[in-house]
């Protein structure tokens, strides 16, 4: 049985903020805009992160809060090169793609109904986060 899933919580909010910030950062935005977009991203990655930790039964709205401060997490590189005005490495978004493939392989477990997998393929972007910071502390619960 499959899942007819809306998601339009913290983690549509986090991938709409990342992907504004990026082209804010990319368009040669002035300084103060692009740190004020980040400020408020960095935000929504502590209240994703807040939300992931303090667990629910609902699985929907579990998934969205450790989602999202999974992608905030596999981001920050990528935002942080961006908005200290360097150029953009390929090596600079491999984390983040990477992570995003086993977020999209855990929604597709959510939508299915696949628990087990859902918290697989959660805990292998946790880990690939984890593994590229050292600082799994700052996780969500896998």
Request: hydrophobic share 45%; glycine share 6%; net charge negative.
């Amino acid at each position: 049985m499959r899942l007819c899933l809306r998601m339009d919580g913290i983690l549509l909010q986090t991938t709409r903020s990342i992907r504004a910030l990026i082209g804010v950062a990319t368009e040669g935005s002035p300084p103060e805009d692009v740190e004020i977009a980040y400020r408020a991203l960095r935000d929504q990655w502590a209240a994703a992160e807040r939300e992931a930790m303090r667990g629910t039964s609902d699985p929907v709205i579990r998934f969205d809060a450790r989602a999202a401060a999974v992608l905030g997490a596999a981001y920050r590189p990528v935002l942080h090169v961006l908005c200290s005005g360097k150029g953009l490495r390929s090596e600079d978004v491999e984390l983040a793609q990477r992570s995003s493939g086993w977020l999209n392989l855990a929604y597709e477990a959510l939508q299915a109904g696949d628990q087990a997998n859902v918290e697989r393929c959660l805990k292998m972007a946790s880990t690939l986060v984890a593994d590229e910071r050292d600082a799994p502390e700052s996780l969500p619960p896998a």
